[in-house]
């Protein structure tokens, strides 16, 4: 479970007070290009005085609306898919998938709404554009273990470059993309998942 929550905080980093209106509306219209994002990612982890924690590699895919395919391979096997209706997470090596629903891990984890046109989801942030994109912070009361998250596009605006996800505890985790592919036709089926035989299944999904 401490592997699936930390999965949570950095999937659950993503996107206004009316201060802030127009640049919420400006990372949302350049999301709203990104039909489908598919790439590899490297992953660096850092703690609060910058030393290096842990180093992690894997693939990414998105569509629109609200599927999600993250996996990594390094240093851990696991796998994070949404088909927008249901969201699996697979631990391979503890033989465990725990089944949730995909619009209830909003709050926790943002990281949906990078492919979410719900208003009501991204009223809940504050986006401030940067020099190098968007910083993303939750409003006050909003309930987040992640304090702020910094989304760059990459200099041909085709796809995300990277992702920096700053948690409560001050640890800081930096996904950068490489090898990406836009806007391209992704299966359906990329984000379906068979539970393998054998496992142990924790269904989420029934839950208030």
């Known amino acids: ?60 895919a998105l569509k629109q609306p609200m599927m999600i395919r993250w996996q990594q391979t390094n240093p851990d096997d696991t796998l994070f898919v949404s088909n927008g209706d249901k969201t699996y997470y697979f631990d391979s090596f503890a033989e465990q998938v725990t089944i949730m629903d995909t619009h209830s891990l909003i709050d926790s984890t943002p990281f949906v709404l990078l492919t979410s046109k719900d208003p009501e989801q991204w009223a809940k942030y504050q986006v401030v554009a940067t020099d190098a994109g968007f910083s993303v912070t ?11 998250l910094d989304i760059r596009f990459n200099a041909q605006e085709q796809g995300l470059a990277s992702l920096t996800v700053l948690d409560t505890s ?4 930096l996904f950068t993309f490489k090898d ?9 089926q990329t984000f379906e998942f068979t539970i393998p035989e054998g496992v142990e299944v924790d269904d989420q999904s029934q839950g208030d």
Do not use: H
């Open 138 to 148: 939750p409003n006050k009361g909003v309930e987040s273990q992640v304090e702020k």
């Open 1 to 60: 479970m401490k592997k699936l929550n930390s999965l949570l905080l950095v999937l659950g980093s993503l996107i206004a007070t009316p201060s802030f209106a127009d640049d919420s509306q400006a990372l949302q219209d350049k999301l709203a290009t990104l039909k489908s994002f598919k790439a590899q990612f490297s992953q660096n982890v850092t703690d609060p005085q910058g030393q290096a924690v842990m180093q992690g590699e894997g693939t990414i």
């Open 170 to 173: 001050g640890q800081q985790s």
């Open 180 to 188: 990406a592919k836009v806007n391209e036709a992704l299966a359906t």
